[in-house]
Nanobody, 127 residues
Framework: QVLLRESGGGSVQAGGSLTLSCIIT????????AAWFRQVPGNEREAVAG????????NYADFAKGRFTISHDNAKNTLYLQMTDLKPEDTATYYC????????????????????WGQGIEVTVSS
C-alpha cells in the first residue's frame, strides 16, 4: 500500500520560509514521479513543483520559480518543498502526490497523472 504523509506546515509571516516534507512509502520501484500541489477552498488544485527522482530537471509553476525548491531524498523516501519569500497568496492546503509510472509523458502539472496523494497540510502566510 502506497502512503504519503506530509509535515512541516504552519503559520509564517510574509517574507518567511517553510519546508514541507512528505514521506512516501510502499513503492517497489527505485524511481517515482512526484509533485506538490496546493488548493484554496473554492479553487481548483494547482501544481506547484514536480520531480522525477531518477534525475533530470525539476518543474515549477511560474509563481514558484525562484522561491520554491523541490527535492527528494532517496535514502529517506522523503519529498521536500522548500519555500522562501512566502506571500499571503501562498496560503493554501499543500498536497504531495506521486506515481510510479510516466503515464505516457503526461504533463507533470496535471493532477490526474498522480495516483497517490497525501492528506494535505495547511500553510498560512500572514501579511
Amino acid at each position: 500500500q502506497v502512503l504519503l504523509r506530509e509535515s512541516g506546515g504552519g503559520s509564517v509571516q510574509a517574507g518567511g520560509s517553510l519546508t514541507l516534507s512528505c514521506i512516501i512509502t510502499g513503492y517497489t520501484t527505485r524511481t517515482i514521479y512526484a509533485a506538490w500541489f496546493r488548493q484554496v477552498p473554492g479553487n481548483e488544485r494547482e501544481a506547484v513543483a514536480g520531480i522525477y527522482t531518477g534525475g533530470g530537471a525539476n518543474n515549477y509553476a511560474d509563481f514558484a520559480k525562484g522561491r520554491f525548491t523541490i527535492s527528494h531524498d532517496n535514502a529517506k523516501n522523503t519529498l521536500y518543498l522548500q519555500m522562501t519569500d512566502l506571500k499571503p497568496e501562498d496560503t493554501a492546503t499543500y498536497y504531495c502526490a506521486a506515481d510510479r509510472t510516466s503515464k505516457f509523458g503526461a504533463p507533470w502539472h496535471r493532477a490526474g497523472r498522480y495516483s497517490a496523494w497525501g492528506q494535505g497540510i495547511e500553510v498560512t502566510v500572514s501579511s
